[in-house]
């Protein structure tokens, strides 16, 4: 039996980039996915990540989404359900950053910036835990929730206030749901990507901010989004039982250095 038969998955943020690694790896491994993006045409370009689902033989779906619209999320679960009947895994990863320190950024960008990252994931959070309480438990879990942080949630990011508050905010919350619904079986962790090369525009990419990483990284190469979803994959699976609260890290090192 594929690790994920029979389990059904929305993955935020899957249409690009560490999402659509997840959402690849999840549907691979023999789950039904949903797409929860405010756009389908992957950033890096190519195929859909339904488009690439469904000529692999799995299957999936795109629900345009934003992730800090409640009734849009209610939506989202709501049809997920109605399709695929329960709602095993939720990969909260849809995120935005603006590369603003305290004084450079405008209360519109820090409001915009905790809508998606905090709201979005407290939207997405609380709904799919409404659904996960009212389904049976499989395999002594009713659903799981895995949250895309940063090791940047852990130490400061040089210059990117409003990312890095919401990020420290992210590995909270999982630790909080963790702890308020192990009595529901509901299991919560979180994933700590260190740099990860995907096609995101702004400065991510520029050479000074490679070199930083690269600088910064024991292992001798930057992450690969596939790096993320084997992470994810094992958190989703029943392979991690008795495994909640924790902030994984999947960093080449950076934490440890
Ligand atoms: N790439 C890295 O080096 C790195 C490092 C640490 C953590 N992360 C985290 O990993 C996650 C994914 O990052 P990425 O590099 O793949 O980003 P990305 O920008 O390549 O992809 C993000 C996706 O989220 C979608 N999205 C943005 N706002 C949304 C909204 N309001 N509702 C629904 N979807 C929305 C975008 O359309 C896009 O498809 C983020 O949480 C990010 O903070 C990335």
């Not at 919401?166 to 009595?183: L, P």
Request: charged share 15%.
């Amino acid at each position: 039996m594929p690790l994920l038969a029979d389990k059904t998955a929305i993955v935020t943020g899957g249409s690009s980039g560490i999402g659509r690694a997840i959402a690849l790896k999840f549907a691979a491994k023999g789950a039904n996915v949903v797409i929860a993006d405010t756009v389908e045409q992957p950033i890096e370009g190519g195929d859909s990540t339904v488009e690439l689902i469904h000529s692999a033989g799995g299957d999936a779906v795109y629900i345009r989404t934003d992730i800090s619209d409640w009734s849009a999320v209610d939506a989202l679960v709501g049809a997920t359900v109605a399709q695929f009947g329960r709602l095993d895994v939720l990969v909260n990863n849809a995120a935005i950053y603006t590369s603003t320190n305290l004084i450079e950024t405008t209360p519109e960008q820090w409001s915009r910036v905790i809508s998606v990252n905090l709201t979005g994931f407290f939207c997405c959070s609380k709904r799919a835990v409404m659904q996960m309480l009212i389904q049976s438990p499989v395999n002594e879990v009713r659903g799981r929730i895995i949250n895309i942080s940063s090791q940047h949630g852990m130490v400061a990011c040089p210059g990117d206030f409003p990312y890095s508050v919401s990020k420290g905010g992210i590995v909270q919350m999982t630790r909080q749901i963790a702890v308020d619904h192990a009595d529901d079986l509901i299991v919560c962790n979180a994933i700590a990507p260190g740099k990860i090369i995907t096609g995101k525009p702004g400065v991510a990419n520029d050479p000074d901010a490679l070199d930083y990483s690269r600088h910064r990284t024991p292992w001798p190469r930057l992450g690969t989004p596939n790096d993320v979803a084997g992470a994810a994959l094992f958190l989703a699976s029943d392979m991690a039982s008795y495994v909640t609260g924790i902030n994984l890290m999947v960093d080449g090192g950076w934490m440890a250095g």
